[in-house]
Nanobody, 127 residues
Framework: QVQLAESGGGLVQAGGSLRLSCAAS????????MGWFRRVPGKDREFVAA????????YYVDYVKDRFTISRDNDKSTVYLQMHSLNPEDTAVYYC????????????????????WGQGTQVTVSS
């Protein structure tokens, strides 16, 4: 099991930017594919972005493409979500998640495929 701790959330005006970080501890970070999800009150958790163990492959939900970038630093055991051009619809609690995998190139978009989750960080975008 890996422990995950998100940070970097906050209040930002529409059009602004934030960078979320997710620090991992407890296991070898490079064994894990990572993902970012978000949840709006009253709705299911939804996929935002994913990255493979090696970082060579990434995938995004359509409505964040060209605005969000997922990256990772395996030496720092941290995954990032850089968010630009934020709009009020991006307001949510953002969670990072980890999945052990033997594949260096696979990424995962389904919440059920992830083993470990962080506690979440609130992102609020004002209009």
């Amino acid at each position: 099991q890996v422990q995950l701790a998100e940070s970097g959330g906050g209040l930002v005006q529409a059009g602004g930017s934030l960078r979320l970080s997710c620090a991992a501890s407890g296991r070898t970070f490079s064994y894990y594919a990572m993902g970012w999800f978000r949840r709006v009150p009253g709705k299911d958790r939804e996929f935002v972005a994913a990255i493979s163990r090696s970082g060579e492959n990434t995938y995004y939900v359509d409505y964040v493409k060209d605005r969000f970038t997922i990256s990772r630093d395996n030496d720092k055991s941290t995954v990032y979500l850089q968010m630009h051009s934020l709009n009020p619809e991006d307001t949510a609690v953002y969670y990072c998640a980890a999945r052990t995998t033997s594949s260096s190139g696979n990424y995962y978009t389904l919440p059920s495929l992830y083993n470990d989750w962080g506690q979440g960080t609130q992102v609020t975008v004002s209009s």
